[in-house]
């Protein structure tokens, strides 16, 4: 029985590529939705919390009473929540503040004296708000708090909002949501739908302050809410769309562990990518045949997802050499990756991108995604040329800083006025000439 779309990818057409390297970008910026998102922001803009509570009704078939959910709320959710799955949360966020404050600590403030006199440097500072949106209706979604809730606070945000739907057929929020809200400090939660939450923290309303920030994971419709966001001066951090993962394996891997790491995110949503990338078809093979067995053990629906992932926007492709291999792997610039071979410090040194690497068979993206503390939440759709997860320096500016002696200005009066006379800017160069200079 065969699962994966397996194919030699020099022999894969050229627009079937593209679509491949596209994943589910196209349904992001779909016009269509966009137009839509950006309706509901107009709506928000105009009437404020009621746009919110009928965008909710409307999309989630719940009548909310109130956006905020109230402290007492957060408070008893995290006293009844079941122990084991609290001390698991604890365990998460413990191993994610670690990684986080350890960012912090490899980057603090610093001074150098670059030339005799000029004294340059760098100083940071929290940013002053933060949205943080974490998704309901596939599942129960604590470990998304834990990966952009912790970043935050060991980043030092004074507010931190988080946006939350309410539970499938309810207008209670997930109880795991609240309760590590409540270990993490944050009092802020919002129960709202996805893109009209996004809208609600990207404005303002009445009951809602506006942030500086929006990260979360979410549907195409949630991500197009994040991106419309930035018109409206809010930073995102682009793309957090459809979960996508890639397996980088040679002859040296256990393919029953490729399996399960294969299937691992494609178990996500239908609009995910999981893709194996190998020089050996007997790899592919084998990791088709245990992944054809491993998926009848899911769920239905798990199984249904983790099918359309491995088939239509992923599978197993075969180079012609490990080289090829990584060197595509960096230009895809996965969410996730982890290689699977012989060598994977070598491979990684070669590698050009991707959101997070996983070194070798015991570093598996399941462990990744609660425990290990590395972030989770990740840009997707080959973001991750150009950008990287949610951490502390997420939310994080960066202020430069010269201190200048007297004899530092002189030495660079003659350059700087070359410069302002030559721009035609007269002010410039009369700043240095009234103190002497020139």
Request: aromatic share 4%.
């Amino acid at each position: 029985m065969k699962l994966l779309s397996l194919r030699i990818w020099s022999e894969v057409p050229d627009a079937e590529r593209a679509r491949i390297m596209a994943r589910s970008t196209h349904a992001i910026f779909d016009p269509g939705l966009m137009a839509s998102i950006s309706g509901i922001y107009d709506d928000v803009r105009a009437r404020g919390d009621q746009a919110v509570i009928d965008a909710t009704k409307r999309f989630d078939k719940v009548d909310i009473d109130g956006l905020m959910v109230p402290e007492a709320e957060i408070a008893a959710a995290h006293a009844t929540l079941d122990r084991d799955l609290l001390d698991a949360i604890r365990v998460g966020v413990r191993q994610v503040r670690a990684f986080n404050e350890a960012q912090v600590a490899a980057a603090p403030a610093w001074r150098r004296e670059i030339a005799p006199g000029i004294v340059v440097g760098e100083e940071h500072r929290p940013i002053p708000s933060a949205g943080l949106f974490v998704p309901c209706g596939k599942g129960s979604f604590p470990s998304v708090l834990v990966m952009i809730g912790v970043p935050a606070v060991v980043a030092g945000v004074p507010r931190i909002t988080c946006v939350v739907p309410p539970l499938p057929g309810t207008t209670r929020v997930d109880p795991a949501v609240l309760a590590t809200a409540h270990e993490l400090g944050i009092t802020r939660v919002l129960r709202a739908n996805g893109p009209a939450g996004v809208a609600a923290v990207a404005l303002g309303t009445g009951s809602v302050g506006r942030v500086a920030k929006i990260v979360g994971p979410g549907s195409p419709a949630v991500t197009a809410a994040q991106i419309i966001a930035q018109v409206h001066g809010v930073a995102t951090n682009m793309l957090c769309g459809p979960s996508e993962s890639l397996i980088i394996a040679d002859a040296s891997a256990d393919p029953v562990r490729l399996a399960a790491d294969l299937l691992n995110e494609a178990e996500h949503g239908a609009d995910s990518a999981a893709i194996l990338a190998t020089d050996s078809i007997a790899v592919a093979e084998a990791v088709d045949a245990e992944a054809a067995r491993q998926i009848e053990a899911l769920p239905r629906q798990r199984a249904d997802y983790a099918r359309s992932a491995v088939t239509d926007l992923g599978g197993a492709f075969v180079f012609d050499s490990m080289a090829d291999a990584v060197a595509w792997a960096g230009e895809y610039a996965p969410e996730h990756l982890q290689i699977a071979t012989a060598d994977p410090a070598s491979d990684l040194a070669r590698l050009a991108h991707a959101g997070e690497v996983l070194l070798g068979q015991h570093s598996p993206v399941s462990a990744a995604n609660f425990t290990i503390g590395v972030p989770a939440t990740l840009p997707t759709g080959g973001y991750a040329r150009i950008n990287g997860g949610v951490t502390a320096r997420t939310f994080l500016t960066t202020m430069s800083v010269a201190d200048l002696t007297a004899e530092g200005l002189a030495s660079l009066a003659p350059a700087t006025l070359a410069l302002a006379d030559h721009e035609g800017f007269p002010a410039h160069a009369n700043a240095l000439r009234i103190r002497g200079l020139g």
